[in-house]
């Protein structure tokens, strides 16, 4: 049936959100159909939301509290643009019983349950209590009126420690606190009451038993305003940091099936228990420890419902087969769930991680800035192929510091676990993505740890594992080796590029040819690298093989390479290096042939090499001699055209060793002339450009020996060695 002639007619959708989980919303409502309206702050007035609806409309200032908090701005808009009902999304108003009251009061439809609904899961002491009347498993623990002193500490003892202190009223991990023994109690209560009070201007607790190794796995559950009520299996969210989730997947690694049931129908039940109509999560802890411990009862505990769709929603539509948001508008406009719970199938698994703009090895900072290219080749906007990206942002979209920092979430889909976490690397592996720090390394790194391969899962995951996620990034010998066959193809690129621009003739003819060729003499290169933390230097010198008869395209080139960190050879090793295509190198070293993604990433201190290869990124800064900006003082031995001109003098001959300062080149530009000289103390080896040559602004003009070292990396210098 469609929404339109649905008992609650639904044509126009507002959505009342921004980024990812608008544009999602969007995307389905208009498939279904329905007009959509975006609204939007000043900070978001061109974002990738209000581009991608119907209709916008400006709700205030960049101020969440002037703009997306603004219930009467919000339900003006809806008002103003004919909208029928409100999508709410997550976060914002989705869980505010009072925006729900003031739809209900303009007969907006408020895509979600009944305020009372929201109201009866808001105080997690009362939703305890509703749930123990229910029958839903509570971890053991006090969740009473009475609040005195000695009684809590009393009840903290019955239950036994470590337990864990929550304020009533709580959310967001704030007014909570694990107590390891009797004597950290009253400290811990203070502290908690105070936080909660400047919270949630309530300081009320609960306290329950502390679980050390709790899985957190919640159960997404539907409802219609018939009165039927479905389970969409569950999802494992134990990977999360600072009560963030990070890494969501479906199904729950390992779950008996028989469990999986007893938990699908507790959370129908707490759902149906406080008259819940669309969607909704029931959380719970899943406790590692009795797990293994047999007939020990349910291993599950609820811990709080959340009364709106989820971020992780995603990995939910892809095992299912099913669309979230389809299913609440359906829901919304009064009819049936789409399907019976017999009718709902699991198949495969998928894995979801967000992808934040943040800084992990910075005690995950926020990260702003310009996205210079955000793309995933591989994704598909829809549930049914095996990878999405679900993402509010594009290419050119700013990141600014007004609102949350996640930028995107991809979600794989496979057979099994091990093909989804398989196509998880290949995909974050695949994203690129510039101009903008993000945690995509991090991901990276948790996605092939080892134990979270082998599915051992706990909500401390990531603290557990603290020193392999956040391991100080050290360079292989390998890894500096790739960094310089990209450079060197990068290099070779941007001279190509420039003789295009000149306008010089491209000709296969040797003697034409300025990329630093010449006969019988290999070319020879010294790059520099250092690790992004500053922590390490290293230098590659690349030395082109020689070939048989006229050199091969620089690009397909064969090197020796001679790796030296902080001075000392460490190794020698031969490579060779083909493009593939705009991002993808075929790099052989040592006979080993290894497809990787690259790219470079403009930084401060030099362009960044990201590489990655086998689902693994590595990343090093390139103090690029040919830029100015990237140099380090005494580096300045580059000869490169200081414009586009045209030579007028050799002032030296080849071979002829000469101080600092002489007069080298002569180079007219504009009717000016400009002489290049001797950056020190050295030798001219070679000219690569005789008198009456054209050339343009950056090209080497020549090669020269530094008297104490070679010059500077990238600038070619002749074949002594
Ligand atoms: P909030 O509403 O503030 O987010 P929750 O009650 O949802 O608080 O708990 C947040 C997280 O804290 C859970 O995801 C889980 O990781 C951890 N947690 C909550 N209760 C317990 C418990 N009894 N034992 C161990 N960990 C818990």
Not at 73 to 95: M, N, T
Not at 166 to 177: I, P, Q, V
Not at 477 to 489: E, F, P, S, Y
Request: aromatic share 6%; net charge negative; glycine share 8%.
């Amino acid at each position: 049936m469609s929404l339109a002639t649905a008992p609650r007619p639904l044509r126009a959708v507002l959505i009342a959100n921004r980024g990812e989980i608008a544009c999602r919303v969007i995307r389905t409502a208009r498939r279904l159909g329905l007009r959509t309206i975006a609204v939007y702050s000043d900070a978001d007035a061109r974002a990738r939301h209000v581009r991608e609806a119907d209709e916008a409309i400006r709700l205030g200032p960049p101020a969440a509290g002037e703009s997306y908090l603004a219930i009467d701005k919000v339900i003006q808009a809806a008002q103003r643009s004919g909208a029928d009902a409100i999508h709410p999304g997550y976060g914002f108003l989705s869980e505010n019983a009072e925006f729900v009251a003031a739809c209900d009061a303009a007969e907006i439809i408020f895509i979600g349950p009944p305020a009372s609904a929201i109201a009866a899961m808001g105080d997690k002491a009362a939703a305890k209590a509703r749930m123990a009347q229910a029958g839903v498993p509570l971890v053991p623990g006090y969740h009473g009126e009475a609040q005195d002193d000695a009684l809590l500490r009393k009840e903290a003892g019955k239950i036994g420690y470590p337990v864990l202190l929550k304020a009533s009223a709580g959310g967001g991990g704030k007014g909570m606190r694990v107590v390891e023994s009797e004597r950290e109690f009253q400290a811990a209560l203070d502290g908690c009451r105070r936080e909660s009070r400047a919270a949630f201007g309530d300081e009320r607790m609960l306290i329950e038993k502390y679980l050390t190794q709790p899985r957190h796995v919640e159960v997404q559950v539907f409802c219609d305003s018939l009165g039927a009520g479905v389970y969409l299996f569950e999802r494992d969210c134990s990977v999360q940091r600072r009560h963030q989730k990070v890494l969501e997947e479906a199904p729950a690694p390992h779950l008996p099936e028989a469990l999986r049931r007893e938990m699908g129908e507790a959370a129908v039940r707490a759902a149906q228990e406080i008259g819940y109509v669309g969607a909704g999560t029931v959380e719970f802890l899943l406790d590692a420890a009795a797990e293994t411990a047999q007939g020990s009862g349910s291993p599950f505990y609820f811990m709080e419902m959340n009364t709106r769709l989820q971020v992780e929603h995603p990995v939910t539509e892809m095992i299912s087969g099913e669309d979230l948001v389809e299913w609440q508008l359906r829901v919304a406009a009064g009819l049936a769930l789409p399907k019976a719970q017999n009718e709902l199938t699991l198949t495969g698994h998928a894995i979801e991680a967000r992808l934040y703009a943040e800084d992990p090895d910075n005690d995950f900072l926020p990260a702003t800035g310009k996205l210079l290219r955000f793309a995933l080749p591989l994704a598909s906007a829809d549930s049914h192929g095996r990878v999405r990206l679900d993402s509010g942002v594009e290419a050119g979209d700013t990141v600014t510091m007004h609102y949350d920092p996640m930028l995107a979430k991809l979600i794989v889909h496979g057979e099994d676990r091990g093909q989804a976490l398989a196509e998880m690397a290949r995909a974050l592996a695949a994203l690129d993505i510039s101009g903008v720090t993000t945690n995509r390394r991090f991901l990276q790194r948790l996605v092939t740890h080892p134990d979270f391969i082998a599915a051992r899962l706990d909500t401390r995951f990531i603290e557990h594992h603290h020193d392999d996620l956040f391991a100080a990034p050290q360079a292989t010998d390998a890894d500096i080796a790739r960094a310089a066959l990209v450079a060197i193809d990068q290099l070779t690129r941007d001279q190509l590029a420039r003789s295009h621009i000149d306008g010089a003739p491209r000709t296969d003819d040797p003697w034409q040819r300025r990329d630093g060729w010449r006969l019988n003499a290999p070319r020879r290169l010294r790059l520099a690298f250092q690790e992004t933390d500053g922590s390490s230097t290293y230098e590659v010198i690349a030395t082109q093989a020689l070939t048989q008869g006229l050199a091969q395209e620089p690009a397909q080139a064969t090197w020796q390479l001679q790796v030296q960190r902080d001075g000392e050879e460490t190794s020698r090793l031969a490579e060779q290096c083909q493009r593939l295509d705009s991002d993808t190198l075929a790099l052989t070293l040592d006979g080993h042939r290894q497809r990787l993604f690259a790219r470079l990433d403009p930084t401060s201190e030099g362009d960044a090499i990201v590489l990655t290869a086998a689902g693994q990124e590595s990343r090093l800064i390139w103090r690029r001699a040919d830029r100015a900006d990237h140099l380090p003082q005494e580096a300045e031995a580059k000869l490169t055209a200081p414009m586009h001109g045209t030579v007028v003098a050799l002032l030296v001959e080849p071979g002829q060793t000469v101080e600092k300062g002489t007069p080298l080149v002569v180079v007219e530009a504009m009717k000016m002339e400009h002489t290049l000289s001797a950056p020190a103390d050295g030798a001219v080896e070679a000219f690569h450009v005789a008198v009456g040559d054209a050339v343009a602004q950056g090209d080497e003009l020549l090669a020269f020996t530094n008297a104490e070292a070679m010059t500077n990396a990238g600038a070619d210098t002749s074949g002594d060695n």
